[in-house]
């Protein structure tokens, strides 16, 4: 039978993928070479379960097995999965133009060498918006089995992504500060959740993204968590408060919106004064929490507009 959709101009065939679900666009590479050519010039690629392995693998199928046979289960899901992305991947160049990219599956330092690869796939892309998820519902990853980014990668400047990237998000992994560090001049929203980064790392990071203008943290290593004054661009801020964090010292003067899940602890406001909305979401006693925020708020937050406080039993 003839592909008459085929015989389209290639910049509209460009455009009709570009609107299928990740699937679909991967499933119609395998129709024809005309397809595949086309399928590699996907801007945007979301990896997930769902998109890419479908029904095949289900949690409630999970739940019928024995240890051993979850075990297997687990891994075969994996391998698909893998294997599913590195297909896909093999059909650009690199250099060729990746808008976005969101990786949201449970690997670990397993597969370093694979997400090494998918990752640094992006960065000679250009990239603008890079999403890395290394967790689902089906299990978890233990803290000593968890990636480490390759922001080793990101040492010299002709790197393309340091000039592009701006969105960056991040999951379930570790990050560590490598020396020579050029920074990600373009990068204007950072999100570190259940990232194991040390205080003196987030710091020296924070300190090469000039253009930050949200910032979202949580690690289980924070003790003394800085925000320095360089972060001048900072707008909103949320913190999740980890089993050992103690001080929280923020000196990054534009800040107006300050979200905080967690206990009361010591807090530091450096010439923080453009405050207008905090939301509060409090883990035990609000007691004290309002006691602070009564008490400092006047002096600290003088131009406070909204104040929310929100009880949960977990951040």
């Known amino acids: 039978m003839k592909d008459r959709l085929a015989e389209l101009p290639d910049n509209v065939l460009h455009s009709i993928i570009s609107l299928l679900p990740m699937r679909d666009a991967v499933r119609t590479t395998i129709l024809s070479r005309k397809w595949s050519s086309i399928g590699k010039f996907l801007p945007n690629l979301d990896f997930q379960s769902s998109n890419i392995l479908g029904n095949r693998f289900s949690l409630e199928d999970s739940r019928k097995l ?33 808008e976005s990219m969101r990786i949201c599956f449970s690997l670990g330092v397993d597969h370093a060498s694979h997400l090494d690869r998918w990752i640094e796939h992006t960065f000679a892309s250009g990239i603008e918006k890079l999403d890395i998820e290394l967790i689902d519902d089906f299990e978890a990853i233990s803290l000593e089995k968890y990636y480490v980014f390759p922001l080793h990668k990101l040492v010299h ?41 040390t205080d003196g790392d987030i710091l020296k990071i924070l300190s090469k993204c000039p253009l930050l203008e949200q910032l979202y943290l949580w690690s289980p290593s924070f003790i003394n968590l800085d925000i320095p004054s360089c972060c001048s661009r900072l707008k909103y801020l949320d913190v999740k408060q980890s089993r050992k964090l103690e ?58 507009e909204s104040l929310q406080f929100t009880m949960s039993r977990v951040c």
């Open 66 to 98: 024995d240890c051993e046979g979850k075990k297997t289960y687990f891994l075969e899901r994996k391998l698909n999965f893998v294997r599913a992305v590195n297909q896909f991947l093999q059909l650009r160049s690199h250099g060729m133009k990746i």
């Open 157 to 197: 400047e002709k790197v393309a992504c340091l000039s592009s990237l701006k969105i960056l998000r991040l999951q379930c992994l570790v990050m560590r500060h490598p020396p020579d560090f050029y920074g990600l001049k373009s990068l204007t929203t950072l999100s570190l959740d259940d990232v194991d980064v």
């Open 247 to 304: 001080n929280v010292s923020i000196n990054a003067p534009n800040v107006t919106n300050f979200i905080f899940c967690g206990d009361l602890i010591n807090f530091s406001f450096v010439k923080v004064t453009r405050i207008e909305h905090i939301e509060l979401i409090i883990i035990r006693d609000c007691s004290n929490w309002i006691k602070y925020v009564v008490t400092k708020s006047p002096q600290l937050f003088p131009q406070l």
